[in-house]
């Protein structure tokens, strides 16, 4: 029963480095998100993806990307990373069908990037 | 403006007693949804609890009841018999219509509990 499962935990890139965070759900939801976390800010939703094949910006989506690769897995792509992207990256993803627009998110267990 | 406020970023409550964490929120939908989590110090999210805009009742859920005022734009969590276990940080959400699918929500800043012997 893993939910929603984010690699890696912890990640850190020097400035201009790339790279993937990655999300997979087994709960067979359509909607997925990624947000981030910065101490005094709470959780700000940088992109999702209402279904597979489909995805928009959240609040913050500069500098990065995200691809659905399926509906099992949503993936946040940094290209070149900066320090403000340093922080705590969630990835969550939310049910299907019905009023599935009041069921909760269900989150990953984060994860710590550090960009120096 | 800010559609989710939590003005309390510290509280201390003792073991057993009754605690309110306050939340307020803005929005012209009449459509909405306000949400509850829970984050302790091992950093997971955990949902608590759940509340309609359209909802006659208040939710409750265990020791977790919302005090949902739906003039005063307000849905405060009240924790009953508070254990150590609740300290934490907590994030009041906020859902509306969703637009394009997906179910967004938007957090305040958070309030983070300390529970005392």
């Known amino acids: 029963n893993a939910g929603v499962t984010q690699t890696p935990k912890f990640q850190v890139l020097k400035t201009g480095q790339s790279m993937t965070l990655q999300c997979a759900q087994d709960?067979?939801?359509?909607?997925m998100y990624w947000y981030r976390q910065d101490p005094g800010m709470g959780l700000r939703l940088i992109y999702y993806?209402?279904?597979?094949?489909?995805?928009d910006k959240g609040e913050v989506p500069n500098g990065y990307n995200v691809s659905r690769l399926n509906k099992r897995e949503f993936s946040l792509r940094l290209e070149s990373a900066a320090p403000s992207q340093t922080s705590v990256y969630f990835c969550?993803?939310?049910?299907?069908?019905?009023?599935?627009?009041?069921?909760?998110?269900?989150f990953g267990n984060g994860t710590r990037l550090t960009v120096t | 403006a800010q559609k989710i406020t939590q003005t309390q970023p510290g509280m201390f409550v003792q073991e057993k007693e009754a605690v309110t964490l306050d939340c307020t929120y803005d929005?012209?939908?009449?459509?909405?949804?306000l949400f509850w989590y829970k984050q302790p110090s091992s950093g997971e999210m955990i949902f608590l609890i759940y509340?309609?805009?359209?909802?006659?009742q208040n939710a409750t859920e265990g020791r977790y009841s919302l005090n949902f005022q739906k003039a005063r734009k307000s849905a405060n969590l009240v924790i009953s018999a508070s254990q150590l276990g609740d300290s934490a940080m907590y994030f009041c959400?906020?859902?509306?219509?969703?637009?394009?699918?997906?179910?967004?929500?938007?957090f305040g800043t958070g309030t983070q509990l300390k529970v005392e012997l």
């Open positions: 969550a993803s939310s049910g299907t069908g019905g009023a599935s627009y009041n069921s909760p998110l269900h």
């Open positions: 709960m067979n939801h359509n909607s």
């Open positions: 993806s209402a279904s597979e094949g489909t995805t």
């Open positions: 929005t012209s939908d009449p459509s909405y949804g």
């Open positions: 509340q309609g805009s359209y909802d006659q």
């Open positions: 959400a906020m859902r509306e219509t969703p637009t394009g699918g997906g179910n967004k929500l938007t």
